[in-house]
């Protein structure tokens, strides 16, 4: 569709209706709609930059201290902990922290670990592992315990029968009153 340069220059609009109508027409069906893009998931921007450094620097901590109780043993494991992977060329070293005496043991028994980290790493990946002598905090479950549930009172029990009375299915009804029963004797 060619519009008339002239009128444009003058301010005179040229285009009759039928060109009007015809134009109106075809920028109907040129016009897009904007394009809305949700943000990129962090996690894939991210792994097109951690997975080569990955494959090139091996597994870090986190890795290790999913695997820790393999790789240490279940008796290291319980009182130790891998902190942080520190050095570069001339090797790796594995911080392990561990309370007190139980720093000794897991240097003695350090050659055997180290052997462990670097099958599960990759040969070489570990050249040398320092211990830290820190106090820990072991997570055991007599630490916290659960509250045994207190049991209920003849008054609060005789309350709870007569309010589930009116319930005619019988197992609604005892459905019901378990639950109103461990409800009420945790308050």
Request: charged share 25%; aromatic share 4%.
């Amino acid at each position: 569709m060619v519009v008339n340069k002239e009128a444009n220059k003058t301010g005179d609009n040229a285009l009759s209706r039928e060109e009007r109508a015809r134009l109106a027409a075809w920028l109907s069906t040129q016009r897009g709609r904007r394009q809305y893009r949700h943000a990129p998931h962090a996690g894939r921007a991210i792994q097109k930059i951690v997975k080569p450094l990955s494959s090139k620097h091996g597994a870090g901590v986190s890795a290790i201290s999913e695997n820790w109780p393999e790789i240490a043993g279940t008796r290291f494991a319980k009182f130790s902990r891998p902190v942080k992977i520190t050095g570069g060329r001339d090797g790796r070293t594995l911080h392990i922290q561990a309370p007190g005496a139980a720093a000794a043991l897991i240097m003695a028994g350090s050659g055997q670990i180290l052997d462990r980290l670097n099958t599960f790493l990759g040969h070489g990946h570990i050249s040398r592992i320092k211990v830290v002598q820190s106090a820990m905090k072991v997570a055991s479950p007599s630490t916290n315990p659960k509250k045994q549930p207190r049991g209920l009172s003849p008054s609060e029990a005789d309350e709870l029968r007569l309010s589930l009375s009116k319930v005619k299915d019988p197992a609604l009804k005892q459905a019901l009153e378990d639950l109103g029963r461990k409800a009420l004797s945790q308050n």
